[in-house]
């Protein structure tokens, strides 16, 4: 109840209390038609105008909506008194005294009644009542979280490759990659060359399984049977809270602990040694340290082995999967979760989540890539990844053109909360009607578009091959931002409009139209934010890349692991090994004069969590070799043999050398038995020991072998 229709109420108790002090004048002629009795006699509820009175139908009605609310109170507190009147016009009049006492009572109780109800006003204002803008805040939210609803079903791909080719043909493809498994152990079997992919499938015969449950319940992807049978090694997840308090949403963050945050530190020394053989390795034994699973990842696509490349991107997010709790996985669904960008730990998920879209893409299993690009685009409305340039596509690709309508409405409502480029992005809420069949509406839509972004559709015409029409012949993108805008649009949209009843719509309407006047046009566009940045740094188009502002583009640290990361101010650190790019870079900034990099607490903290971790694996510093890096306790079949380390050592070298300060690699090499001055002879010493100690058979060592496509221990034998 608002405070207007409580004035309501107090302006007709006033005019009630006025009416009984003008009967307590009145004689005989009191039995008017028009006279209104006593509010004593019959006193309204003022309780029920609250809400109170469930058997008040008028009252549960007025309660939708705040102006009917007012009326329904009125007319309560006037009808009760006017029939409570009317049935007294036949009685006697009682005397003046007896009308005092009782007009005395009745202003006694109204009283109470209002007070009481004026409390209760203030307590529901102070738990519920809110401003205009935040009313509209917390709508726009729950409007969102509608529409980035995510139906987890629609994540995995096997679903939509079954809907796709059927189930038949799809367990048909699976018995033919069981069989090339097969071929790949026996192939291991006899001591051939492996390549890549089948060293990292590679498995001791009995080795465990993962449950099955786990493989196939897990939010993100369904986990495959060949993958090893290990921990996440410390990584978890954690609610954080809840979004602006008002229950709209709730915020959650991937944790590095333990072991997790030391396998970060390593893999960032392999890093900046730059083998890839390295990365290899470590991935072998460490098989769900998402960072290495990424970076391997690349060196798969490098080498043209795109199927590998989207496996290890599957695992990665696998991993994060296992460790969601059940409260995130139930906001995913709702629209609700969020992840703050800002957090180096959050970022791998977008990584994954991109380039795993990119292998849904080449599949062609567009309604999964949309759902995927739908969850990248809430867990951060920000859109960090400029995941909206990916939406628009993939809702048309997918045939969800009313969903794409919904978004573009909702972007619409936003007003200035919106990215300023989304006026290329509703362009495409043209097709979404061609698709839907509202062809009178596709009419209107391209009408406006034509005036407001002519230079894109003259881009268009010259990107179907069409001759542009009078109305927008000549009009071009002068500077390099909007030229940018139009070119990110045309790369993802251009192949949707190229058919017949796409363009001869464009051509009709545009033929029919006046020349549009430039000079009433804003005369740029807003420049490229870093997420779009970012999105045609990932794409690796050379015509965009050209546009981008340099300043974005050379901004340093700049890893495959964590592309164009926010400046080192916006980050939020929480772990050691997430903060390492960043020292390096104050290193290298620093020219080689002094030593602040070595002096560095989170350093310090770094490597002495990875000393701790190593020594508990058997490794130590000081001389001794690493053994298998193995997690959870699970110990690796091979290390490094006294010339591989010889090798590592002289690469740490070199790199220190080239950076004139060994700082944190050079602390690395000592921690990891590698440096020089007789760390060979004591690796070699070490390797010969453990060698007799294990037990283990040649055939364990053949498993393994390097790939053969990689320098490796094979080639220095």
Same mark, same amino acid.
């Given at each position: 109840?608002?405070?207007?229709?409580?004035?309501?109420?107090?302006?007709?108790?006033?005019?009630?209390?006025?009416?009984?002090?003008?009967?307590?004048?009145?004689?005989?002629?009191?039995?008017?038609?028009?006279?209104?009795?006593?509010?004593?006699?019959?006193?309204?509820?003022?309780?029920?105008?609250?809400?109170?009175?469930?058997?008040?139908?008028?009252?549960?009605?007025?309660?939708?909506?705040?102006?009917?609310?007012?009326?329904?109170?009125?007319?309560?507190?006037?009808?009760?008194?006017?029939?409570?009147?009317?049935?007294?016009?036949?009685?006697?009049?009682?005397?003046?005294?007896?009308?005092?006492?009782?007009?005395? /009572?009745?202003?006694?109780?109204?009283?109470?009644?209002?007070?009481?109800?004026?409390?209760?006003?203030?307590?529901?204002?102070?738990?519920?009542?809110?401003?205009?803008?935040?009313?509209?805040?917390?709508?726009?939210?729950?409007? &969102?979280?509608?529409?980035?609803?995510?139906?987890?079903?629609?994540?995995?791909?096997?679903?939509?490759?079954?809907?796709? &080719?059927?189930?038949?043909?799809?367990?048909?493809?699976?018995?033919?990659?069981?069989?090339?498994?097969?071929?790949?152990?026996?192939?291991?079997?006899?001591?051939?060359?492996?390549?890549?992919?089948?060293?990292?499938?590679?498995?001791?015969?009995?080795?465990?399984?993962?449950?099955?449950?786990?493989?196939?319940?897990?939010?993100?992807?369904?986990?495959?049977?060949?993958?090893?049978?290990?921990?996440?090694?410390?990584?978890?997840?954690?609610?954080?809270?809840?979004?602006?308090?008002?229950?709209?949403?709730?915020?959650?963050?991937?944790?590095?602990?333990?072991?997790?945050?030391?396998?970060?530190?390593?893999? &960032?020394?392999?890093?900046?040694?730059?083998?890839?053989?390295?990365?290899?390795?470590?991935?072998?034994?460490?098989?769900?340290?998402?960072?290495?699973?990424?970076?391997?990842?690349?060196?798969?696509?490098?080498?043209?082995?795109?199927?590998?490349?989207?496996?290890?991107?599957?695992?990665?997010?696998?991993?994060?999967?296992?460790?969601?709790?059940?409260? &995130?996985?139930?906001?995913?669904?709702?629209?609700?979760?969020?992840?703050?960008?800002?957090?180096?730990?959050?970022?791998?998920?977008?990584?994954?989540?991109?380039?795993?879209?990119?292998?849904?893409?080449?599949?062609?299993?567009?309604?999964?890539?949309?759902?995927?690009?739908?969850?990248?685009?809430?867990?951060?409305?920000?859109?960090?990844?400029?995941?909206?340039?990916?939406?628009?596509?993939?809702?048309?690709?997918?045939?969800? /053109?009313?969903?794409?309508?919904?978004?573009?409405?909702?972007?619409?409502?936003?007003?200035?909360?919106?990215?300023?480029?989304?006026?290329?992005?509703?362009?495409?809420?043209?097709?979404?009607?061609?698709?839907?069949?509202?062809?009178?509406?596709?009419?209107?839509?391209?009408?406006?578009?034509?005036?407001?972004?002519?230079?894109?559709?003259?881009?268009?015409?010259?990107?179907?091959?069409?001759?542009?029409?009078?109305?927008?012949?000549?009009?071009?993108?002068?500077?390099?931002?909007?030229?940018?805008?139009?070119?990110?649009?045309?790369?993802?949209?251009?192949?949707?409009?190229?058919?017949?009843?796409?363009?001869?719509?464009?051509?009709?309407?545009?033929?029919?139209?006046?020349?549009?006047?430039?000079?009433?046009?804003?005369?740029?566009?807003?420049?490229?934010?870093?997420?779009?940045?970012?999105?045609?740094?990932?794409?690796?188009?050379?015509?965009?890349?050209?546009?981008?502002?340099?300043?974005?583009?050379?901004?340093?640290?700049?890893?495959?692991?964590?592309?164009?990361?926010?400046?080192?101010?916006?980050?939020?650190?929480?772990?050691?090994?997430?903060?390492?790019?960043?020292?390096?870079?104050?290193?290298?900034?620093?020219?080689?004069?002094?030593?602040?990099?070595?002096?560095?607490?989170?350093?310090?903290?770094?490597?002495?969590?990875?000393?701790?971790?190593?020594?508990?694996?058997?490794?130590?510093?000081?001389?001794?070799?690493?053994?298998?890096?193995?997690?959870?306790?699970?110990?690796?079949?091979?290390?490094?043999?006294?010339?591989?380390?010889?090798?590592?050592?002289?690469?740490?070298?070199?790199?220190?050398?080239?950076?004139?300060?060994?700082?944190?690699?050079?602390?690395?090499?000592?921690?990891?038995?590698?440096?020089?001055?007789?760390?060979?002879?004591?690796?070699?010493?070490?390797?010969?020991?453990?060698?007799?100690?294990?037990?283990?058979?040649?055939?364990?060592?053949?498993?393994?072998?390097?790939?053969?496509?990689?320098?490796?221990?094979?080639?220095?034998?």
């Amino acid at each position: 109840m608002s405070s207007r229709q409580l004035r309501k109420l107090q302006k007709q108790r006033e005019l009630e209390q006025s009416a009984k002090k003008q009967n307590d004048q009145s004689d005989q002629d009191e039995e008017s038609d028009d006279e209104p009795a006593p509010a004593a006699r019959s006193k309204p509820n003022l309780f029920a105008a609250l809400g109170g009175d469930d058997g008040d139908d008028a009252d549960a009605e007025a309660d939708e909506d705040d102006d009917n609310e007012g009326d329904a109170i009125i007319e309560t507190a006037v009808s009760e008194p006017i029939g409570s009147g009317s049935a007294k016009k036949s009685k006697k009049k009682k005397k003046k005294k007896s009308k005092k006492k009782a007009a005395t /009572a009745a202003d006694a109780s109204e009283e109470d009644e209002i007070d009481k109800a004026i409390k209760s006003l203030k307590i529901a204002n102070t738990g519920k009542g809110a401003p205009a803008q935040d009313e509209e805040k917390q709508r726009r939210a729950v409007a &969102f979280n509608s529409i980035f609803q995510i139906n987890t079903y629609h994540l995995r791909a096997i679903n939509e490759m079954r809907n796709l &080719f059927g189930r038949e043909i799809i367990e048909s493809a699976n018995a033919e990659e069981e069989r090339q498994q097969q071929e790949q152990q026996q192939q291991i079997r006899r001591g051939q060359q492996l390549d890549l992919e089948t060293f990292l499938r590679a498995q001791a015969p009995n080795a465990k399984k993962l449950p099955e449950v786990s493989l196939r319940r897990n939010v993100f992807v369904q986990g495959r049977d060949h993958w090893p049978a290990q921990s996440a090694a410390g990584l978890t997840m954690t609610e954080v809270a809840a979004g602006d308090g008002d229950g709209s949403s709730t915020e959650y963050a991937y944790l590095h602990e333990g072991e997790y945050d030391g396998l970060q530190t390593l893999f &960032f020394a392999c890093v900046q040694i730059g083998d890839p053989m390295r990365m290899v390795s470590l991935l072998k034994r460490a098989p769900y340290h998402v960072s290495t699973l990424l970076q391997v990842s690349a060196v798969a696509r490098q080498d043209q082995n795109m199927a590998l490349a989207s496996e290890l991107c599957e695992r990665a997010l696998f991993t994060f999967g296992r460790v969601t709790t059940s409260a &995130f996985r139930r906001d995913v669904e709702q629209g609700r979760a969020r992840l703050d960008f800002r957090r180096p730990e959050n970022r791998q998920f977008w990584l994954a989540g991109y380039h795993y879209l990119r292998s849904l893409l080449r599949k062609g299993t567009y309604r999964t890539a949309l759902e995927w690009t739908k969850l990248l685009y809430a867990l951060d409305p920000a859109d960090p990844y400029a995941m909206r340039h990916y939406l628009h596509f993939l809702a048309l690709r997918a045939y969800e /053109a009313k969903w794409l309508l919904d978004f573009l409405q909702d972007v619409e409502n936003a007003g200035s909360v919106a990215h300023e480029d989304l006026i290329y992005v509703r362009q495409s809420g043209i097709l979404a009607r061609l698709q839907m069949g509202e062809t009178e509406a596709a009419k209107k839509e391209l009408a406006e578009g034509i005036r407001r972004v002519p230079w894109l559709y003259c881009a268009l015409f010259r990107e179907l091959g069409l001759d542009a029409p009078p109305s927008v012949w000549g009009v071009h993108a002068e500077s390099d931002a909007r030229q940018f805008w139009v070119k990110l649009y045309l790369h993802f949209a251009k192949d949707l409009w190229n058919n017949t009843q796409a363009t001869s719509l464009l051509t009709q309407i545009a033929k029919n139209m006046e020349k549009v006047d430039v000079g009433s046009l804003p005369v740029d566009d807003a420049p490229p934010d870093l997420g779009a940045t970012r999105l045609v740094f990932l794409e690796g188009q050379t015509s965009l890349i050209a546009l981008a502002p340099r300043a974005l583009l050379d901004r340093q640290p700049n890893y495959d692991f964590d592309p164009l990361p926010p400046a080192e101010e916006d980050n939020i650190f929480t772990y050691q090994g997430t903060r390492l790019p960043w020292t390096e870079k104050h290193r290298r900034d620093g020219g080689g004069v002094g030593h602040a990099a070595n002096d560095d607490p989170h350093v310090q903290e770094a490597l002495a969590r990875m000393q701790h971790m190593l020594a508990a694996q058997g490794g130590a510093a000081g001389g001794r070799r690493v053994q298998g890096f193995g997690i959870a306790g699970q110990q690796e079949d091979s290390d490094y043999d006294d010339e591989t380390d010889e090798e590592l050592r002289r690469d740490l070298e070199e790199h220190a050398r080239r950076s004139r300060e060994p700082g944190f690699l050079g602390q690395l090499m000592q921690m990891l038995g590698v440096a020089g001055g007789g760390g060979g002879a004591a690796v070699a010493a070490a390797a010969a020991e453990d060698h007799d100690g294990d037990g283990v058979d040649e055939e364990d060592e053949e498993d393994e072998e390097v790939p053969g496509a990689w320098p490796g221990q094979g080639e220095h034998r």
